[in-house]
Each structure stands twice: as structure tokens, then as C-alpha cells.
């Protein structure tokens, strides 16, 4: 299944667009274009669309672009930590060893879309809708998927301790190579998810067992 997640489709022999990105405003449309070794600061804008473009080495601070469309976006070693992209539209884009620290990705729709060895640490996805989406490597401590539809959502090596995925039927959703001490789940969703034994224990106590041995 994972191999059915679309790659980004970007032409080569982008133009450097860099500077445009320092002076934002709300609907602003950018297409075909590169973003190399910059930070930008300060920008509140929404309704901002990107497509076809390489971000490499950006650090995004202070900053605000809900209701965002990304389409056939890579994100390489970018920092992206407590920027507000809630509400986006993301499809065809890899994240590649990003820092996405408090990344507010709530209500957001992802559709085709890799994060790879990224720091995810208490990163905001809840009521998001994934389709065709995957976690490769990365940390998620503390991450939050509150009531998000996944259909599907792969997880691979990734640690998700004390993620929190309460509201989320986790049916066919395999954990089973990924590490945590406790998750923040409901009974009635962890029907179909695929844990390991030692995980099992660690969630036996959501059903009241007290497990010895």
C-alpha cells in the first residue's frame, strides 16, 4: 500500500524565487520555483498556494498561512516548528528530515504525502483527513491526531509516545515496528490495530487489566 503514495511532480532546473516569500499576502499564488537557504519571519497571510517548488533549508518563524494549498511541494532539512497551516490542502509533498515542532496541521486534508526522518514532537493534526499518507522514521512524541480520518495512514518507525489518538479508528493501522510507553486512545478505536504484544500490555490498562509477569 505504501508504494501507491504519488511522488511529487516537479520540474527540473527550477528558478530561485526566494525573495518573493518575504513579503506574503493573503491568495498569493507561486509556482515553479525554488526557496534555498533563507528564513522567513513574520508572515501572516491565507489562502496561499504553492506548486511544483523545492524548499531547501528554510526556516519558517512567527508565522501564520492557514487554509494553504500545497501541491507537488519537497520540503528538504526545512524547519517549519509552530507555524500555522491549519486548514491546508497538501498533496504530492514530501517533508525530508524537516523539524515540525508544534506545526499546526489541524483540519488540514493530505492527500499523497511522505514525512520522512522528520521531528514531529507535538505536532497538531487533529480532525485532519489522510489519504494515501505515511510516517517514515520519525518522532512524534506527543503529536496529536484527535479525531482525524485515516484512510489510510501508515506508520513506520516512528516514536509515537503519548501521541494522542482519541476519536481515531485505528482498524488496519500497523504500529507494530514503532515505539511508545502509552498512547492516548479509546477503547472502541483500537479494534484492527496491529500491535505487538509488548504494546498490547502497555494498552491493557485502557480495558482495566493489570497484567503480571
Do not use: W
Not at 490542502?89 to 511522505?114: A, P, W, Y
Not at 521531528?119 to 482525524?148: R, T, W
Not at 502509552?182 to 482495566?208: F, K, N, Y
Amino acid at each position: 500500500m505504501k508504494s501507491k503514495i504519488e511522488l511529487p511532480k516537479i520540474p527540473l532546473n527550477l528558478p530561485e524565487v526566494t525573495e518573493q516569500l518575504h513579503t506574503l499576502q493573503s491568495r498569493d499564488e507561486f509556482s515553479t520555483g525554488s526557496v534555498d537557504n533563507t528564513t522567513i519571519n513574520n508572515q501572516k497571510a491565507s489562502k496561499v498556494s504553492f506548486e511544483k517548488m523545492v524548499f531547501t533549508k528554510v526556516t519558517i518563524m512567527e508565522s501564520s498561512l492557514p487554509e494553504s494549498e500545497l501541491t507537488d511541494i519537497i520540503f528538504e532539512k526545512c524547519d517549519l516548528s509552530n507555524v500555522d497551516f491549519s486548514g491546508s490542502f497538501v498533496h504530492r509533498v514530501e517533508f525530508r528530515n524537516c523539524k515540525l515542532i508544534g506545526t499546526d496541521f489541524s483540519k488540514s486534508r493530505f492527500q499523497n504525502v511522505r514525512f520522512l526522518e522528520c521531528l514531529g514532537d507535538y505536532s497538531l493534526f487533529q480532525l485532519a483527513k489522510f489519504k494515501q499518507v505515511g510516517f517514515e522514521d520519525c518522532s512524534l512524541i506527543s503529536s496529536d491526531f484527535y479525531h482525524s480520518t485515516l484512510n489510510p495512514l501508515f506508520f513506520s518507525r516512528c516514536n509515537m509516545d503519548q501521541a494522542v489518538l482519541s476519536g481515531t479508528k485505528l482498524e488496519g493501522v500497523d504500529l507494530s515496528d514503532c515505539e511508545f510507553d502509552g498512547l492516548h486512545v479509546e477503547i472502541e478505536d483500537l479494534p484492527g490495530c496491529i500491535v505487538t504484544r509488548r504494546q498490547a500490555a502497555s494498552l491493557a490498562g485502557l480495558l482495566g487489566l493489570v497484567i503480571k509477569g
